[in-house]
C-alpha cells in the first residue's frame, strides 16, 4: 500500500482499567471508519485529525489494542490506542486516525497485565523507531 491501514473515529469512554494501570487509552467508538484488523496487539500511530499538519502533537506513537480484551474477560470487540510515554492527553469526543504499522502479537491471557503492557509497549516503540528510521 506504500502507507499504514488506518481506522479512524471518535475517542469515547472505556472501562479506564488502563488509566488505572497507568497505561491510559483512546478508545474508539463503536461506529468508527475502515476495517479493524485482526485481533491483537500492534505498534503504530494516534494521529489527532483536528490538529494541523505541522503540530508537533498531531502524530503520536502508540501501542494498540485490537479486540474484546481477554486480560479483564471482556467480550464486546475494542480498537483502543496507547500513547507512548504520555499520559497528560485528554483526547475524549476527539476524532482521530488510528495507522496500524506492525502486528505485535495475538491477544491471550497474560501472567500479569503490568508485565504484558510493559513488554508491548517496548514492542511497540522497537518497532516504530525501526519503521521511522526506515523510511528515511
Known sequence: LGRPHCVRGTVVHGERRGRELGFPTANLSADAEGMVPADGVYAG???????????????????????????????????????????????????????????????????????????DIDGACGQLAAATSGAE
Not at 500513547?83 to 491471550?108: K, M, N, Q, W
Open 45 to 119: 500511530w494516534l494521529v489527532r485529525d483536528t490538529l494541523p499538519e505541522d503540530d508537533p502533537e498531531r502524530r503520536q506513537p502508540a501501542a494498540i489494542s485490537v479486540g474484546s480484551n481477554p486480560t479483564f474477560d471482556a467480550h464486546r470487540r475494542t480498537v483502543e490506542a496507547h500513547v507512548l510515554d504520555r499520559t497528560d492527553l485528554d483526547l475524549y469526543g476527539e476524532p482521530v486516525t488510528i495507522e496500524f504499522v506492525e502486528r505485535l502479537r495475538a491477544h491471550g491471557i497474560p501472567t500479569t497485565v503490568r508485565d504484558t503492557r510493559g513488554s
